[in-house]
Nanobody, 124 residues
Framework: QVQQVESGGGVVQAGGSLALSCKVSESTFSTHPIGWYRQVPGKQRELVAA???????YYADSVKGRFTISRDSAKNTVYLQMNSLKPEDTAVFYC??????????????????WGQGTRVTVSS
């Protein structure tokens, strides 16, 4: 059962910024690491960034220095701040969570269900 809600996608020009939000239940937020993934048609879904309960973060090499993942415990929400966006960042972005390690979250096949996602389009 999907229990996360993604939002914040849109259309932006290259070099611009967007902030995505992933809202989960309080119990999920307090017990699970949460990751942001993206998928381009015809390609496998990939982990973009993830954050542990304690705030440890992971970033894919392609987004290091441009994207920032953060947690807001008051809102049970994980954010993905995306700066210096490139056309190749165009994708549908999803968040997901599992009681596992950040390293294990690099494999999207560990998840059996996904939310609707939020679409990000970066124009050149």
């Amino acid at each position: 059962q999907v229990q996360q809600v993604e939002s914040g996608g849109g259309v932006v020009q290259a070099g611009g910024s967007l902030a995505l939000s992933c809202k989960v239940s309080e119990s999920t937020f307090s017990t699970h690491p949460i990751g942001w993934y993206r998928q381009v048609p015809g390609k496998q879904r990939e982990l973009v960034a993830a954050i542990s309960r304690g705030g440890t973060t992971y970033y894919a090499d392609s987004v290091k220095g441009r994207f920032t993942i953060s947690r807001d415990s008051a809102k049970n929400t994980v954010y993905l701040q995306m700066n210096s966006l490139k056309p190749e960042d165009t994708a549908v972005f999803y968040c997901n969570y599992r009681f596992t390690t950040l390293a294990a979250m690099r494999d999207p096949s560990i998840f059996t269900s996904w939310g609707q996602g939020t679409r990000v389009t970066v124009s050149s």
